[in-house]
């Protein structure tokens, strides 16, 4: 099993940007695919980005290619998003997730079974 705590959220105007981390536990984390969903209020959750076990896969949703960067230090069992160029419609709780499995980055939360608590971003206009 793995748990996984993120941090970096918070209040930022429009343009500015933001480094989300989650932190895992245990000595495994290399073995897991690792992603970032958001869930903006009333809305379901979405995938944001993921990123292979090695780092050297990345996929992102249309909504933030070249504004996300999605990366992970395994020495450090920590999976982090560079988020540039904020905008109002980032406002969401952001939530890191682990899966495992082989093969080409999941989208769907059902294929992630380890999720951290989330962490709120909150972009002021």
């Known amino acids: 099993q793995v748990q996984l705590v993120e941090s970096g959220g918070g209040l930022v105007q429009a343009g500015g940007s933001l480094r989300l981390s989650c932190a895992a536990s245990?000595?495994?984390?290399?073995?897991?695919?690792m992603a970032w969903f958001r869930q903006a209020p009333g809305k379901e959750r979405d995938f944001a980005a993921g990123?292979?076990?090695?780092?050297?896969?990345?996929y992102y949703a249309d909504s933030v290619k070249g504004r996300f960067t999605i990366s992970r230090d395994n020495a450090k069992n920590t999976v982090y998003l560079q988020i540039n160029s904020l905008k109002a419609e980032d406002t969401a709780v952001y939530f890191c997730a682990a899966g495992n499995g082989f093969g080409p980055i999941p989208r769907r939360s059902n294929e992630y079974g380890y999720w951290g608590q989330g962490t709120q971003v909150t972009v002021s206009s």
């Open positions: 245990g000595r495994t984390f290399g073995r897991y695919r």
């Open positions: 990123i292979s076990r090695s780092g050297d896969s990345t």
